[in-house]
């Protein structure tokens, strides 16, 4: 299956692009997409288990099975703010 990955903030800037397609097995889950996405890009975060995603603007835990076509989107931790 193909997905399309965006990446955010920090992540855009650490993997110096802000998406890409990218080629599953057809069983994949957000849990695969992210170790795939680090292999890819191991300076994004060093703990694959502690990202945010949203599948299709859906934030969705490590075990969500993804389907062809689905949006991965990588949001890193946000602090801040008075």
């Not at 502690?50 to 075990?63: C, K």
Request: charged fraction near 25%; proline fraction near 5%.
């Amino acid at each position: 299956m193909r997905v399309t990955v965006k990446l955010f903030a920090s992540y855009k800037e650490k993997a110096g692009r802000s998406g890409f397609e990218m080629e599953l097995p057809e069983d994949a889950t957000v849990a695969s997409a992210t170790s795939e996405v680090l292999r890819l890009y191991p300076r994004v975060t060093g703990d694959a288990s502690r990202l945010m995603v949203a599948v299709n603007e859906q934030y969705q835990e490590h075990d969500f099975r993804l389907s062809d076509g689905d949006e991965v989107a990588l949001i890193p931790p946000v602090s801040g703010g008075a």
